[in-house]
């Protein structure tokens, strides 16, 4: 224990406890060397309570107890000391001690009440002090924890806050980033090819002409949706889910690239994160197909079981022509992210750009839900 250790709010309070410990003994006309030195010993060690409490316990109680044994002492002796140290105790020991100085303290408190024979005014006084003084540590302890704990909800109610914000803007990045890059994607490779079918075939080149007018559309509308819940007010569109897929399909197919939907089982109702990830997870990887793949036609298949959606997207393009995993970009990990978000899995075959998805779908089949077990478009 090092005097550089202890604070002057300590060093002053154990100076008052220790000239109000040893004056009695000094003043009782006979003072004898042993009483100061327990004076001394019930008072000088309280200095050091907050860094070695339960040796200051160990010194001071039994020095408190024999001097209120004294009876030369009498009512002038006052165990300041011990009070001090039932306080610091009650207040900042450890609670797994507790139980075991609360009993050496009433085991004290009660040697000097019974050998003495003290009254009853004067046990009840004594008695009065420890509990007071038990109480108000304790008191103390629990609104330090309190607050303790007020500060620990707060710091994680901001860091969930936090992570939502992030969570949030992941989500708002991944949403974007799909709508921007299948519709502006599809409408360059569409108006690309414009202009060599408007000489050869006029009426499917309207029909190029009208894919990228619903196309953009379509866009503005999805981003209208985001910006409106951006700003706090409610989307005026309703957000894309499973029910969509088929117009994504078809529209994507009135180019070039012949597309196909074949849908298998009951189809039930979704969870809205579950079929938001089927559509935006559908709607990126033919994005990929129309820019990357080379492809001619593309095979968009739902399949519905007893607890999951399957979703497999597959096209006759020549795939990343990797022996490995494909790199992921910003699309295979916005899928993949899609999928994991809603408990589900993602897999990318690098042998061709075929995209398959497990994604849960509890529940029963819904009645009267209208399906088209199959679709195609384009060729």
């Known amino acids: 224990m090092r005097a550089g ?14 000239v109000a410990t040893v004056a009695p003994p000094a003043v009782t006309g006979h003072p004898r060397w042993w ?29 408190t107890t024999v001097l209120a044994l004294c009876p030369d002492l009498g009512p002038l002796f006052v165990p300041y000391g011990a009070l001090l140290c039932a306080y610091t105790f009650a207040a900042h020991g450890t609670r797994r001690l507790q139980p075991v100085a609360i009993t050496i303290c009433a085991a004290g408190v009660l040697i000097t009440l019974v050998v003495p024979r003290e009254s009853f005014d004067t046990a009840r006084v004594v008695v009065t002090e420890y509990v007071a003084v ?21 710091q994680r109610t901001a860091e969930a806050r936090a992570a939502a914000v992030q969570r949030e803007r992941v989500r708002i990045a991944r949403d974007m980033h799909d709508i921007v890059t299948h519709s502006v994607g599809l409408m360059i490779v569409q108006a690309e090819a414009g202009p060599v079918v408007a000489r050869t075939d006029p009426a499917r080149a ?5 894919t990228i007018a619903a196309t953009g559309r379509e866009a503005v509308d999805q981003l209208r949706v985001m910006l409106g819940a951006l700003r706090g007010q409610a989307g005026r569109e309703p957000v894309p889910g499973i029910d969509a897929v088929a117009e994504l399909v078809a529209r994507t197919g009135r180019g070039a690239l012949r597309t196909s939907l074949t849908e298998e089982g009951e189809r039930r109702p979704l969870p809205p994160d579950v079929g938001v990830a089927a559509y935006r997870i559908i709607q990126e ?73 497990s994604l849960p779908a509890p529940g029963r089949p ?3 839900w209208p399906r088209p077990r199959s679709a195609a478009a384009g060729g």
């Open 5 to 18: 250790l202890l604070n002057r709010w300590d060093v002053a309070v154990a100076a008052a406890i220790t």
């Open 35 to 63: 009483l100061l030195a327990l004076g001394l010993a019930a008072s000088v060690p309280v200095a050091w309570r907050r860094q070695a409490l339960l040796v200051v316990c160990l010194v001071v109680g039994p020095a």
């Open 134 to 154: 038990f109480a108000i540590g304790g008191g103390i302890r629990a609104r330090r924890d309190r607050e303790a704990a007020d500060a620990e909800r707060a």
């Open 206 to 210: 309207e029909a190029v002409f009208d």
């Open 285 to 357: 990887s033919l994005t990929n197909v129309v820019r990357h793949a080379g492809a001619r036609s593309v095979e968009v298949t739902l399949s519905w079981t007893d607890a999951s959606l399957e979703v497999r997207i597959a096209d006759d393009g020549g795939g990343t022509g990797a022996s490995g995993p494909p790199r992921e970009g910003h699309g295979l990990l916005g899928m993949r992210e899609r999928a994991q978000s809603c408990g589900g899995t993602l897999a990318v075959d690098p042998r061709g750009f075929t995209v398959t998805a």
């Open 366 to 368: 819904a009645e009267h």
